[in-house]
């Protein structure tokens, strides 16, 4: 399709009008072959129906312009880059694998210089392409924040027989601005379960999420069940498992999947799957429904896994698929805090009042400035109010409160104990802000012996932790240097001949590289925080991040002013709790701050 005055249109875009069907076709500017070069825009973020064409090279277009529709071929939702691959030699299309990573920049590409290899050759030319890195999307789809300049070259050619110019020479993988991967490209979380953890509390088995980043409106959900069966990503595979085996993939020739018009999804598999037993399959197929159970519009409620010869293997629905893993919650629905008194309370959404809890930490005999609840609402574990002694406590009226599980050294009540978290599996975690022994703890099951976690990628002081119901991440808020950052770490544990276990916290990454002082942070669903942080030389705000560095794209809540302490359950349909100027208060799905009580502090949800 050519456009007037030999200029090359830009890719198209047609999109649906929501409930008239009628096409929509817009975007067909024309593009220069002549003139100064400059930056290659990027496409304004689209509405989510809107589709993108790309346009094959024209004829006797020059090499400015090549690279230039390139660029925008790569922005498109061609599947398999076919029409990018039209802008390459025969040789590069065979060569340049567009999977093998995606590059994200926040201020192009930039076409920057241009020359040929002498000052006499007609026949080759080269572009430098530049900008400032933002962000790298692997081949397993991981997303990673990068920085720095961005500078690659890619060289044409006048191909001798058509006389046309072609790139020959070029990166693998493909490059874009931060606009056109934002509307390209989705995150969704895939889920394995996690090893190498006690038992989840509730006897099921612990679901991991490891977001991925695939591309939108091109099959997304073939191209999770690829990444699915892939397994877990190089951070998370030492501590999550698969059910499927090794080496399972589609089955032959199978190209496409979706589900049909009763949220049903078919899953023909290859042989490495034919002979799994029942329990086996039904713990693949829940992992398919959990990954996939929001990716399209009606979601997908039931699967079915086929053999390689077609017979059926086995099929799950959601109900079951909740019996055989826990997912997507982080304990129950209730909200505690310490109360005026500085005594442990909850707070149901069924009832006005806070009430204190059953037992010793409930009673007010220790003063408290921070608690925290185990995920099977059993246990407490709360911190003195001078932040020396950690004391472990069961949630059953009358029950005593004994001695501390763990005593802090520190001078100052700020180099003591922080606040506590419990994992999925009854482990209990806290940090040591003693100077003079700054030091991870685990208390198995809350007792014994504590267990100092080794933390080799550590640079600074801990100020907080809070371990995933999973049991294998960790978010720490580290300050170091006058700073605070948050970084999420993975959690891998070993056990001796002896019988001792050994904990490390390693792969340690920050995941809030815009902000100078992180204050609070709290798991916010499977692969997402809230967190209350200044940027340098900003105000207080508060944002979600996910664990892999990237902003989601649910809206960030309502601002709040002092806000000291945040609660958010893994559990995403739950409010927010904070410890503001104005007491307790919450946040629920599309509406405002509400106070709860005036009178309290330290609000935390189980786990």
Same mark, same amino acid.
């Given at each position: 399709?050519?456009?007037?005055?030999?200029?090359?249109?830009?890719?198209?875009?047609?999109?649906?009008?929501?409930?008239?069907?009628?096409?929509?076709?817009?975007?067909?500017?024309?593009?220069?072959?002549?003139?100064?070069?400059?930056?290659?825009?990027?496409?304004?973020?689209?509405?989510?129906?809107?589709?993108?064409?790309?346009?094959?090279?024209?004829?006797?277009?020059?090499?400015?312009?090549?690279?230039?529709?390139?660029?925008?071929?790569?922005?498109?939702?061609?599947?398999?880059?076919?029409?990018?691959?039209?802008?390459?030699?025969?040789?590069?299309?065979?060569?340049?694998?567009?999977?093998?990573?995606?590059?994200?920049?926040?201020?192009?590409?930039?076409?920057?210089?241009? =020359?040929?290899?002498?000052?006499?050759?007609?026949?080759?030319?080269?572009?430098?392409?530049?900008?400032?890195?933002?962000?790298?999307?692997?081949?397993? =789809?991981?997303?990673?924040?990068?920085?720095?300049?961005?500078?690659?070259?890619? =060289?044409?050619?006048?191909?001798?027989?058509? +006389?046309?110019?072609?790139?020959?020479?070029?990166?693998?993988?493909?490059?874009?601005?931060?606009?056109?991967?934002?509307?390209?490209?989705?995150?969704?979380?895939?889920?394995?379960?996690?090893?190498?953890?006690?038992?989840?509390?509730?006897?099921?088995?612990?679901?991991?999420?490891?977001? *991925?980043?695939?591309?939108?409106?091109?099959?997304?959900?073939?191209?999770?069940?690829?990444?699915?069966?892939?397994?877990?990503?190089?951070?998370?595979?030492?501590?999550?498992?698969? #059910?499927?085996?090794?080496?399972?993939?589609?089955?032959?020739?199978?190209?496409?999947?979706?589900?049909?018009?009763?949220?049903?999804?078919? *899953?023909?598999?290859?042989?490495?799957?034919?002979?799994?037993?029942?329990?086996?399959?039904?713990?693949?197929?829940?992992?398919?429904?959990?990954?996939?159970?929001?990716?399209?519009?009606?979601?997908?409620?039931?699967?079915?896994?086929?053999?390689?010869?077609?017979?059926?293997?086995?099929?799950?629905?959601?109900?079951?698929?909740?019996?055989?893993?826990?997912?997507?919650?982080?304990?129950?629905?209730?909200?505690?805090?310490?109360?005026?008194?500085?005594?442990?309370?909850?707070?149901?959404?069924?009832?006005?009042?806070?009430?204190?809890?059953?037992?010793?930490?409930?009673?007010?005999?220790?003063?408290?400035?921070?608690?925290?609840?185990?995920?099977?609402?059993?246990?407490?574990?709360?911190?003195?109010?001078?932040?020396?002694?950690?004391?472990?406590?069961?949630?059953?009226?009358?029950?005593?409160?004994?001695?501390?599980?763990?005593?802090?050294?520190?001078?100052?009540?700020?180099?003591?104990?922080?606040?506590?978290?419990?994992?999925?599996?009854?482990?209990?975690?806290?940090?040591?802000?003693?100077? +003079?022994?700054?030091?991870?703890?685990?208390?198995?099951?809350?007792?014994?012996?504590?267990?100092?976690?080794?933390?080799?990628?550590?640079?600074?002081?801990?100020?907080? *932790?809070?371990?995933?119901?999973?049991?294998?991440?960790?978010?720490?808020?580290?300050?170091?240097?006058?700073?605070?950052?948050?970084?999420?770490?993975?959690?891998?544990?070993?056990?001796?001949?002896?019988?001792?276990?050994?904990?490390?916290?390693?792969?340690?990454?920050?995941?809030?590289?815009?902000?100078?002082?992180?204050?609070?942070? #709290?798991?916010?669903?499977?692969?997402?925080?809230?967190?209350?942080?200044?940027?340098?030389?900003?105000?207080?705000?508060?944002?979600?991040?996910?664990?892999?560095?990237?902003?989601?794209? *649910?809206?960030?809540?309502?601002?709040?002013?002092?806000?000291?302490?945040?609660?958010?359950?893994?559990?995403?349909?739950?409010?927010?709790?904070?410890?503001?100027?104005?007491?307790?208060?919450?946040?629920?799905?599309?509406?405002?701050?509400? +106070?709860?009580?005036?009178?309290?502090?330290?609000?935390?949800?189980?786990?």
């Amino acid at each position: 399709m050519g456009a007037e005055g030999g200029g090359r249109p830009r890719a198209l875009r047609m999109g649906v009008f929501a409930g008239c069907g009628a096409l929509l076709l817009a975007g067909c500017a024309s593009m220069p072959d002549s003139g100064g070069l400059s930056g290659v825009e990027s496409t304004p973020r689209q509405d989510a129906q809107v589709r993108v064409f790309a346009v094959p090279p024209r004829e006797n277009a020059g090499p400015g312009e090549i690279v230039r529709g390139f660029l925008e071929a790569l922005t498109s939702d061609d599947p398999r880059y076919e029409t990018a691959r039209e802008y390459l030699t025969d040789s590069a299309r065979r060569s340049w694998n567009p999977d093998a990573s995606t590059t994200v920049l926040s201020d192009g590409p930039n076409l920057e210089g241009a =020359h040929s290899r002498s000052g006499e050759a007609q026949d080759d030319y080269a572009y430098t392409l530049g900008g400032s890195r933002l962000a790298v999307v692997d081949s397993q =789809h991981a997303f990673a924040p990068d920085s720095g300049a961005y500078s690659t070259a890619v =060289h044409l050619t006048l191909e001798k027989k058509s +006389k046309q110019w072609r790139i020959d020479s070029l990166p693998q993988g493909v490059v874009m601005g931060k606009s056109d991967f934002q509307r390209n490209y989705v995150s969704v979380n895939k889920y394995y379960y996690a090893s190498n953890v006690p038992a989840a509390v509730t006897g099921q088995l612990s679901t991991v999420a490891d977001p *991925v980043y695939v591309r939108g409106k091109v099959d997304p959900v073939t191209s999770m069940v690829r990444s699915l069966l892939a397994g877990p990503t190089r951070w998370l595979n030492p501590v999550a498992t698969s #059910s499927f085996p090794s080496g399972t993939a589609l089955g032959k020739g199978v190209t496409s999947l979706s589900p049909d018009d009763q949220n049903r999804l078919t *899953v023909p598999l290859n042989g490495k799957a034919d002979r799994v037993g029942p329990t086996q399959c039904s713990r693949m197929a829940a992992q398919l429904l959990f990954t996939l159970r929001d990716l399209t519009p009606t979601g997908v409620s039931q699967v079915e896994l086929r053999r390689s010869n077609g017979k059926k293997l086995c099929d799950l629905n959601e109900n079951r698929a909740e019996i055989i893993a826990s997912h997507s919650t982080g304990g129950g629905a209730d909200e505690y805090f310490l109360d005026g008194k500085q005594r442990l309370v909850s707070l149901s959404s069924t009832s006005k009042d806070p009430e204190p809890v059953p037992g010793a930490l409930g009673e007010g005999a220790k003063k408290l400035r921070a608690a925290a609840i185990s995920l099977d609402e059993e246990r407490a574990a709360g911190v003195s109010d001078d932040g020396r002694n950690l004391y472990v406590g069961s949630l059953v009226s009358g029950s005593s409160l004994g001695d501390p599980v763990l005593t802090s050294q520190g001078a100052l009540p700020g180099d003591r104990l922080t606040t506590p978290s419990w994992d999925g599996g009854g482990d209990l975690w806290v940090a040591d802000r003693d100077p +003079k022994r700054a030091r991870l703890v685990m208390l198995q099951q809350g007792a014994g012996e504590p267990v100092v976690v080794s933390t080799p990628g550590l640079d600074g002081r801990i100020n907080a *932790v809070r371990v995933a119901a999973d049991g294998v991440r960790i978010a720490l808020i580290v300050e170091q240097g006058g700073k605070t950052s948050l970084q999420i770490g993975r959690v891998e544990r070993d056990e001796g001949s002896d019988g001792r276990r050994s904990v490390s916290i390693l792969e340690l990454h920050s995941v809030t590289p815009q902000l100078e002082e992180v204050t609070a942070m #709290s798991w916010a669903g499977d692969s997402r925080l809230v967190v209350v942080g200044r940027e340098s030389g900003g105000v207080q705000q508060l944002r979600y991040v996910q664990v892999d560095g990237s902003t989601p794209t *649910v809206a960030a809540p309502t601002s709040l002013t002092g806000v000291n302490q945040i609660a958010a359950s893994e559990d995403e349909r739950l409010p927010l709790v904070a410890y503001s100027e104005d007491g307790i208060v919450r946040l629920s799905a599309g509406a405002q701050w509400q +106070k709860v009580v005036k009178e309290g502090t330290a609000p935390v949800y189980p786990g």
